[in-house]
C-alpha cells in the first residue's frame, strides 16, 4: 500500500518565472474556486493545515510547492504537489482576474516538469461547463508524458440520488470526501501509479 509519510511547504509564487527549478515529478492540482483543492492536499498528505483551506473563495493566488515523500511498502519516492489558483471566481476585478488566468495558463502550459494534471470537480455539480472546459483544454495542452485524472470532491455531500446521479455521468470515478477522509488512499494510490508508471502492491 502507498502512504504520502512526508509534506512540506517549499514556496509560493505569483508566476511560473518564480518557480522552482524542475528536478522534480509533479502534481498539478486544478479546479475551480472552493472546489477543496487545498483541503485535498491535506487529505493526502495527512495534514491539518499544510495547504490554507478557507471558506472565502478565491484567497489562493498563488502558485504553492509542497515537497511530499511517497511510501510504497518502505520504498520511498519524491514528489511535488502543486496547489494552483482556482478558476472561475467571479468577485474579483477583470484585471486581477487576468493576471491570475495568465499566470495559471503559463504554468500549465509551460511547466514540463508536471506528469500529473488532477482536475476537481464538485461531485454535487458534475455538469459545470467551466469544468468541461478546463478538461477538454487540459487534453489539448497536455503532453505526451503527462495524464490528467478527475477527482470529484464532497462526496459526503451525496445523498444516494446524487450519488446514483454521479455514476451515470461519470461511471466509475473517483470520489473522495476531504473532510471524511474517504476514496483518498485510492486517489494516493491512482496518483502513486501515474506518476512513476507502477502500481505499489498491497502487501
Ligand atoms: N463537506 C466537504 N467540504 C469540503 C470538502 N473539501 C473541501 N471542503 C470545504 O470547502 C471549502 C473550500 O475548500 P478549499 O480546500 O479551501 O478549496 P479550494 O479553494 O479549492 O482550495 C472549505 O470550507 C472546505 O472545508 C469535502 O470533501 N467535503
Ligand atoms: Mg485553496
Not at 103 to 115: E, K, P, V, W
Not at 144 to 152: C, K, L, N, R, S
Request: proline share 3%.
Amino acid at each position: 500500500m502507498v502512504k504520502i509519510t512526508e509534506a512540506s511547504f517549499i514556496t509560493s509564487a505569483a508566476d511560473i518565472s518564480q518557480a522552482l527549478a524542475e528536478d522534480m515529478s509533479e502534481v498539478a492540482v486544478l479546479g475551480r474556486s472552493n472546489v477543496g483543492k487545498s483541503s485535498f492536499i491535506n487529505a493526502l498528505t495527512n495534514r491539518k493545515n499544510l495547504a490554507k483551506s478557507s471558506a472565502t473563495p478565491g484567497k489562493t493566488r498563488l502558485i504553492n510547492f509542497f515537497e511530499t515523500v511517497f511510501d510504497c511498502n518502505g520504498e520511498k519516492y519524491r514528489a511535488r504537489l502543486v496547489d494552483l489558483p482556482g478558476f472561475g471566481y467571479a468577485k474579483v476585478s477583470k484585471s486581477q482576474k487576468a493576471t491570475w488566468q495568465k499566470s495559471l495558463n503559463d504554468f500549465i502550459t509551460r511547466r514540463t516538469a508536471i506528469r500529473l494534471f488532477i482536475l476537481l470537480r464538485d461531485a454535487r455539480h458534475p455538469h459545470m461547463p467551466i469544468d468541461e472546459d478546463v478538461y477538454a483544454y487540459l487534453q489539448q495542452i497536455k503532453r505526451p508524458d503527462q495524464e490528467i485524472v478527475v477527482i470529484f470532491t464532497k462526496g459526503d455531500k451525496l445523498n444516494q440520488k446524487g450519488k446514483a446521479a454521479l455514476q451515470k455521468v461519470a461511471p466509475g470515478s473517483l470520489v473522495v470526501s476531504n473532510l471524511k477522509k474517504s476514496g483518498i488512499d485510492k486517489a494516493t494510490a491512482v496518483i502513486f501509479e501515474k506518476l512513476f508508471c507502477k502500481k505499489c502492491p498491497n502487501v
